[in-house]
């Protein structure tokens, strides 16, 4: 069965590593199948680990890139485009900031199906992304985005433990057994944010999650998706 997603799909992301850990699987199946894919990630990543922003280093800011770069070839997207957005601050800027953005990427990819993040995730910036992809795909006549998911992104949106609202209750399952390797291989490129088990950015928790939610779905290995939005 091809996926119902359309011919072209936008991967909205807030740090590098989230498009990997929400639908790297996902992303690597829709590619064999024949769609465009595109990878936006919004933030910088690794400046939130200093006291200041300026004091980060810009070496690992590249390095982050760069790895995003290997990820983008390895999954197959078209196209990887990076807002260097301040990591884990992006309360600190005006949320209209955001949704320009946002609406730059929907204006130039005209995508059939948008994936971003949760918006009850413990880590603000997922928030943030989140909702301004809605307002960013606001349904007016002639809107492209058809269908709106939103991904959960390990380490983040279990570690919110359901009190944040709106909780993640997915809907959609896509089948990735045959594309999970290359989603474990895809985090592995992000060397500074892959850990070792038990921690939910393993290669070996994200093999169980994936294997936990394709036992609710009757599949090997699933991606769990909450269907947000869908126009027919």
């Known amino acids: 069965m091809m996926l119902p997603f359309g011919d072209t799909i936008l991967v909205v ?6 498009e990997v850990l929400g639908c790297g699987g996902t992303i690597a199946r829709a590619v064999r199948e ?18 200041q922003r300026e004091a980060a280093d810009a070496a690992e800011v590249e390095q982050l890139a760069e790895q995003s770069e290997r990820v983008r070839a390895l999954l197959g997207a078209e196209t990887l485009d990076l807002g260097g957005f301040p990591d884990n601050r992006f309360d600190t800027m005006p949320l209209l900031d955001v949704v320009k953005y946002v609406e ?3 204006e130039r990819y005209r995508p059939d199906t948008i994936f971003t993040q949760h918006g ?7 928030s943030i992304v989140f909702r301004a992809t809605l307002t960013a795909t606001r349904p007016v006549a002639g809107d492209a985005a058809k269908r709106l998911y ?3 992104a390990a380490s983040s949106t279990e570690w919110a433990y359901q009190r944040f609202d709106p909780m993640f209750r997915p809907s959609t399952f896509v089948d990735i057994a045959e594309t999970l390797p290359m989603k474990v ?7 500074t944010e892959a850990r070792e088990f038990p921690h939910p950015r393993s290669a070996e928790a994200l093999e169980a999650m994936a294997k936990r939610w394709g036992s609710v779905a009757g599949c090997p290995a699933v991606e769990a998706f909450e269907l947000i939005r869908e126009i027919c």
């Open 104 to 106: 730059s990427l929907v």
């Open 13 to 18: 992301a807030a740090h590098p590593d989230d």
């Open 150 to 152: 939103a991904y959960e």
């Open 120 to 126: 009850g995730d413990l880590n603000i910036d997922h």
């Open 185 to 191: 291989q895809a985090m592995a490129l992000y060397d």
């Open 34 to 51: 024949g769609r465009h894919v595109h990878i936006a990630i919004l933030g910088e990543g690794a400046t939130s680990r200093y006291h």
